[in-house]
């Protein structure tokens, strides 16, 4: 499973990862997903409540605010995307 994280302002994005991780999508674990691609841009991870992981599993999409982070931010929200996989073509 691949997920996109952007770090956006107004219009502008200002960082963004993908993080690849080798297992399916786990919902118990996409705090984790995110811990670690935040921690790769050295930027704070946000907290998750079940509606994003509801959004995340209906929409493939979440986005996160400045008021759903501990730390102070700079930036204007964070939209994390799933990136569908690629199926393999049979020969």
Known sequence: MKIWLKF???EKML???IFDTNEAFV???FVDYLH???YAL???TPIVV???IKHFLTLNTTTFFP???VEKVNFVRLEVDAIPEEKKKEK
Do not use: V
Request: charged share 40%.
């Open 15 to 17: 960082k963004n990862i």
């Open 67 to 69: 008021q759903d982070f």
């Open 8 to 10: 956006m302002d107004t």
């Open 50 to 52: 079940s509606k994003h």
């Open 27 to 29: 919902p118990e674990h």
């Open 42 to 44: 050295d930027e704070p």
């Open 36 to 38: 670690d691609a935040c």
